[in-house]
């Protein structure tokens, strides 16, 4: 059974920083693509980051600079570093992998940056 846990997320000031992440399992993690997306309320949702399999990553146009996702497959782990939160990062970041076998979800954490 394919599991991707996601925890970290709170709520946090303008300008803070948070770590998020995604355990995995029942997966052959060092296989798959891994992102994280984001939905804000009343928004779709949407790609943040991406990492591939060789570790080569990109990035929305709106967390270039402020947000390093990466991957530890040993732990079958997935972060994303957000640094300079701003309250237009508020939403519900989810964990995806795209696999040889599937597409999976996590089920979401919040993230809320206001004063």
């Known amino acids: 059974q394919v599991q991707l846990v996601e925890s970290g997320g709170g709520l946090v000031q303008p300008g803070g920083s948070l770590r998020l992440s995604c355990a995995a399992s029942?997966?052959?993690?060092?296989?798959?693509?891994m992102a994280w997306y984001r939905q804000a309320p009343g928004k779709q949702r949407d790609v943040v980051a991406r990492?591939?399999?060789?570790?080569?990553?990109n990035y929305a146009d709106s967390v270039k600079g402020r947000f390093t996702i990466s991957r530890d497959s040993a732990k079958n782990a997935l972060y994303l570093q957000m640094n300079r939160l701003k309250p237009e990062d508020t939403a519900v970041y989810y964990c995806n992998a795209r696999c040889i076998g599937g597409t999976y979800w996590g089920q979401g954490t919040q993230v809320i940056v206001s004063s």
């Open positions: 990492i591939s399999r060789d570790g080569s990553t």
């Open positions: 029942g997966i052959i993690f060092s296989t798959c693509t």
